[in-house]
Nanobody, 124 residues
């Protein structure tokens, strides 16, 4: 049975850090591209970061939305079936529900599998 469970969200002050985790069971973890997406109140969901499949030609390559470059880092631990999003220097505009998602193909808005999300609130 497939399960994607995000954790690590919470309330943090501007300039602070959080690390989100996404633990997965029920799929062959290293085959998949992993994306982190977020949805702010009243806005559409947007892609934040992506890491390629560990068996693809661009093994474990990463890319980021311009708004988070230099502040966020996506990573994966295939031995633990866990994906991470390290978020530093957080800003109020980073507030939203963060989702991990998995796809057989490069990250896109229609990923195959989605978690239920974890809320990140950046506020003083």
């Amino acid at each position: 049975q497939l399960q994607l469970v995000e954790s690590g969200g919470g309330l943090v002050q501007p300039g602070g850090s959080l690390r989100l985790s996404c633990v997965v069971s029920g799929l062959t973890f290293n085959y998949y591209f992993i994306g982190w997406f977020r949805q702010a109140p009243g806005k559409e969901r947007e892609g934040v970061a992506c890491i390629s499949s560990s068996i693809s030609s661009g093994s474990d390559s990463t890319n980021y939305a311009d708004s988070v470059k230099g502040r966020f880092t996506i990573s994966r631990d295939n031995a633990k079936n866990t994906a991470y999003l390290q978020m530093n220097n957080l800003k109020p505009e980073d507030t939203g529900v963060y989702y991990c998602a998995f796809s057989h193909r490069p990250c896109n808005p229609r990923m195959n599998y989605w978690g239920k999300g974890t809320l990140v609130t950046v506020s003083s």
